[in-house]
């Protein structure tokens, strides 16, 4: 198999104030709970997670077929956006984002390592995952959403990415966030505040978490009259 051609994006937010150059900057709720900190690019082993068929499942689930363009947010050391590039073959379009560059490189050197093609390397931000307008018909978040600073912004500025009948994809604990997790409660909640619409759960057991999808919104509320949920 030949080398994979990975293409380094830092994908320019050409207007981040909504409305165009000359409008006000937008004016996004903080979050009202902890924020998880950034310890690694791995979650558990790749090996235990594929014991427990991880990634198959959630894939059948979400119906993941040849031809879907899918973003891996959030990506580190790749276990989701191998397995994607695997299920899609050729012709994939997958977009591996993460807010480190460290991690994107040793993404790259992966990726590079075992030929895997069809992969754009995004490095996005706290507030923005910097991916092209309507470039995914699907985002996985797979356990990093509760370490996302600016969650209601991050969610805004990544319904630009999905087609109009794009779903977003989390993969979590049902733990504080504080502990690496985020209660299913809140989860809900924090979307819903954006306008996504819950359409599937399951838990993943015997695999940690579970995955909850939720439905791109057709009309997204203003900025300021997001309502943060609260603890």
Known sequence: MRPARVVVAAWVAAFYAVGGPSAEPARFPPVDRPVAPIISPAYSTEAARDRHGEAERVMNRLGVTPGMRVADIGAGDGYY?????????????????????????????????????????????????RLPEQSIDLAILAHVYHEIEHPYEFLYRLHAAL??????????????????????????CELAAVAYRQVDFLSLAPADGYLAVFARPDVLPRPEAIQPCRR
């Open 163 to 188: 087609a109009p009948s794009g779903r977003i994809a989390i993969i979590d604990n049902d733990k504080p966030t504080r502990e690496h997790g985020t209660p299913p409660v809140l989860l809900r």
């Open 81 to 129: 956006t191998v397995r994607l590039a695997q299920r899609l073959g050729h012709g994939a379009t997958i977009y591996a984002e993460d807010v480190a560059q460290p991690y994107l490189d040793r993404l790259a050197a992966r990726l590079t390592r075992e030929g895997v093609a069809g992969v754009t390397l995004v490095h996005g931000t706290p507030a923005d995952p």
